[in-house]
């Protein structure tokens, strides 16, 4: 079974830097997609960012490219997310998510595979 616990979400100023974490088995699972996602009150959920459980290149969304990375840490079980240059509209929830059955499937704007596993979400405040 996966599990994942996201942190590090808090309230910082414009411009500022959050790094968020996501730990849990889904490193147990070699052929695996790990993406974060955000939710903002009354919007869509939007993909920001995934990468395959055994590491490469990540995908970004547009509105984050630029000025979030990610990062594997298999030695801790962990994918971070550094978020720099904060804008006030990056305020939401933010989600990690795995699909364990295969690897991230990125098109045009949007992932297609299907994550069957969340995080309980971590809260990111960007004030102006």
């Known amino acids: 079974q996966v599990q994942l616990v996201e942190s590090g979400g808090g309230s910082v100023q414009a411009g500022g830097s959050l790094r968020l974490s996501c730990v849990g088995s889904?490193?147990?699972?070699?052929?695996?997609?790990m993406g974060w996602f955000r939710q903002a009150p009354g919007k869509e959920r939007e993909v920001i960012a995934a990468?395959?459980?055994?590491?490469?290149?990540?995908y970004y969304g547009d509105s984050v490219k630029g000025r979030f990375t990610l990062a594997l840490d298999n030695a801790k079980s962990t994918l971070y997310l550094q978020m720099n240059s904060l804008k006030p509209e990056d305020t939401a929830v933010y989600y990690c998510?795995?699909?364990?059955?295969?690897?991230?499937?990125?098109?045009?704007?949007?992932?297609?595979?299907?994550?069957?596993?969340w995080g309980q979400g971590t809260q990111v405040t960007v004030s102006s």
């Open positions: 998510a795995a699909d364990a059955t295969a690897f991230c499937q990125w098109t045009v704007g949007r992932l297609l595979n299907n994550f069957f596993y």
């Open positions: 889904i490193f147990l699972y070699s052929s695996a997609c």
């Open positions: 990468v395959n459980s055994r590491g490469g290149v990540p």
